[in-house]
T-cell receptor, first 113, second 110 residues
């Protein structure tokens, strides 16, 4: 079990640029989740995949955000035309099913200049 | 989303037991109770979860009230490495999202 891996760990970009984050879940986990966390707050759910199907999206996920999980393996989260308010820690988690623990990566910290 | 209520902060001394409370009066019969903790600059770490019965694992114990409207996470002997934000979360039947609150900041004094 190598754990959930997220890359990059830190991304600094200018407002208006596009960014993409990658998440590699635990290999046998069919569920993958994205969360966003701002300073002093708990993580907020963004979206959830079961295998390659995106089954749920939060209202927080505006049309500038898109997530994919091709072939049900790794996932990418893209933010287009970044805004100051997008600055946050983006966390990925995976699990083997309902009622099972979610295993989190250490996140990608996005800073918008 | 079913809600939980936790104290903002708690303090403990090293090597003493810690009881972290959580109220969830709107819990439904099929909601699981999960506890996670988060250290600075790290993602949340799973601690323990349960449905109705008390649960034990190598990290902690979870005591669930008979009416399931509250639960307590028990760290049997706190260490400095247990200092973290502890989140009590209800996982609803839909089984997708975890809804985090603000959690309890646990400080462990040497």
């Amino acid at each position: 079990d190598t754990g959930v891996s997220q890359n990059p760990r830190h991304k600094i970009t200018k407002r208006g640029q596009n960014v993409t984050f990658r998440c590699d879940p635990i290999s046998e986990h069919n569920r993958l989740y994205w969360y966003r966390q701002t300073l002093g707050q708990g993580p907020e759910f963004l979206t959830y995949f079961q295998n390659e199907a995106q089954l749920e999206k939060s209202r927080l996920l505006s049309d500038r955000f898109s997530a994919e999980r091709p072939k049900g393996s790794f996932s990418t989260l893209e933010i287009q035309r970044t805004e100051q308010g997008d600055s946050a820690m983006y966390l990925c988690a995976s699990s083997s099913g309902y009622s099972q623990p979610q295993h989190f990566g250490d996140g990608t910290r996005l800073s918008i200049l | 989303d079913a809600k939980t209520t936790q104290p903002n902060s708690m303090e403990s001394n090293e090597e003493e037991p810690v009881h972290l409370p959580c109220n969830h009066s709107t819990i439904s019969g099929t909601d699981y109770i999960h506890w996670y903790r988060q250290l600075p600059s790290q993602g949340p770490e799973y601690v323990i979860h349960g449905l109705t019965s008390n649960v034990n694992n190598r990290m902690a114990s979870l005591a669930i009230a008979e009416d399931r409207k509250s639960s307590t996470l028990i760290l049997h002997r706190a260490t400095l490495r247990d200092a973290a934000v502890y989140y009590c979360i209800l996982e609803e039947t839909s089984g997708s999202r975890l809804t985090f609150g603000e959690g309890t900041q646990l400080t462990v004094n040497p």
